[in-house]
Structures are given as structure tokens and as C-alpha cells.
């Protein structure tokens, strides 16, 4: 069974009318709706969402299936040679699965390759099946799924921010706030660096958002495992 993005959930659900009561209850919403609404169930906890359909009078309410998508941070271990890259995010692509960051870089030993990738599944089977066939590649030494056991992980976020003059400290201050640092200074631009956990980078960026952001790159995440194994020896 392939998951991933492009894949959506089957559609086995029948149609059901629902009264505006019961609608009116799962939206806690204080509208009136006199008539009743079609609604589509898929047998997973769903998310009311509204729409206006010209074909229908008044508000329609839809119930959407709920983002069943999870995240699944693989280590690979391969050898320094030309091509490998291309071989491993290719075969994950074929699978239906994907990509959210990859990355990769020299390890403990010169000969060796580690790459990081993070993988949005939506069933864990193909997943599972993917990382088997990434383990047979003749170039690949080791796949290991590092959310089975506890892990650590961060990425590092570069990014060029449109300030005046009288905003530099400012922007400063909220800088130190979020542990990053202004590593460059330019009229008119300055590009802070930060370095933590997805949800901690994209809190500064929310709190930039007073701000033009003139250009950002981010590496994605990297991860290691907590103690005293390796992956080499998982």
C-alpha cells in the first residue's frame, strides 16, 4: 500500500443528511440554519469546514477527514560515492512518499556518507517497505527510522530581513530573544542565523512577519539519536 501526499484516503464514506441541529452542535456555532445539509462521512474524525455553493441556498457545511499525515525522520549511512543521493530519494519518490528535507554530509569516517530525511507517511507499512528496498541498495550501508527510539533534532535557518535604520535594535532584541544572531549588517537588509528545533525557527519566523523577508534558506533537519548507540550499531 503506497502513502504520501499525492495519495488521498479512499472515499468509502456514504451520504448522509444531517439536521442543522446536529451540524449547529459540531460547529458550535450560533447560526440558525433552517434547512438540512448533505454532508460526506469517511469513518476518521473529521474537521468542519465552511463553503457557499452557488446551487444551494445558504451556508454548506463539510466535513473534512482529518490530516492523517505523521513524519518519520530516517538515517541512512551510505558509501562517498557519486550518484548515491539521486539512487535514495529516488527510490523514496517511486514509493509515493514524501520528501519534506533531505540532506547529507561526511560522517566519523572520510568513506562514508550520512543522509537525513524527513518523510511525511501516511501508513507506516510503506514506509517500512520503503526503508527494506533503501537497505538493498549495493551503495548502502545502513537505514535506520530514528523515531522508533528517543532522538534529537535541529536545523540551521539563514535568513535576510528589509530593515531601516531605526529598526536595527529591534530587531536585535528580538534576535536574542530567539538565541539567533545578526551575522551580517548591510543598508537596508540584515541576515539573522538561527539554529534550533522546526517549531522554534518557525516561531521567529512568525514573529517576523512585521518584517519583509528579502530571502531564507534552511538546511532541514539533522537528528541523532539519544545515548550512546550509533546508527552503525542499530
Known amino acids: 500500500m503506497t502513502a504520501g501526499r499525492g495519495k488521498s484516503s479512499p472515499k468509502t464514506g456514504a451520504e448522509f443528511v444531517l439536521s442543522a441541529r446536529v451540524i449547529s452542535t459540531l460547529q458550535e456555532t450560533r447560526m440558525a440554519v433552517r434547512s438540512k445539509v448533505s454532508v460526506k462521512l469517511t469513518g476518521t474524525r473529521v474537521v468542519p469546514r465552511i463553503i457557499s455553493v452557488p446551487q444551494f441556498w445558504g451556508t454548506v457545511f463539510l466535513l473534512q477527514e482529518e490530516n492523517r499525515m505523521m513524519k518519520q525522520h530516517l538515517a541512512i549511512l551510505c558509501d562517498n560515492k557519486p550518484g548515491v543521493l539521486t539512487h535514495v530519494a529516488g527510490l523514496i ?8 528535507y533531505i540532506n547529507a554530509g561526511y560522517t566519523e569516517e572520510p568513506d562514508v556518507t550520512r543522509i ?4 511525511s507517511v501516511e501508513d507506516q507499512r510503506a514506509l ?5 528496498q533503501l537497505a538493498r541498495l549495493i551503495d548502502v550501508i545502513k537505514v535506520v527510522n530514528l523515531d522508533e ?3 534529537i533534532s535541529y536545523e540551521l535557518a539563514m535568513i535576510k530581513v528589509k530593515v531601516e535604520p531605526s529598526q536595527l535594535s529591534e530587531l536585535a532584541n528580538l534576535a ?8 551580517d549588517v548591510n543598508p537596508g537588509a540584515v541576515v539573522m542565523r538561527v539554529t534550533g ?5 518557525e516561531a521567529l519566523l512568525q514573529m517576523l ?14 537528528s541523532l539519536s539519544r545515548g550512546n548507540n550509533s546508527v552503525k550499531n542499530m
Open 93 to 100: 519518490s517511486r514509493r509515493a512518499i514524501n520528501i519534506e
Open 149 to 151: 527510539a528517543p532522538f
Open 176 to 183: 536574542e530573544l530567539f538565541h539567533a544572531k545578526i551575522v
Open 116 to 119: 537525513n530525511i524527513v518523510v
Open 209 to 222: 512577519k512585521g518584517y519583509e523577508i528579502l530571502e531564507m534558506a534552511r538546511t532541514g533537519q539533522i
Open 197 to 201: 528545533r522546526e517549531d522554534h525557527i
Open 128 to 132: 517500512n517497505q520503503a526503508i527494506l
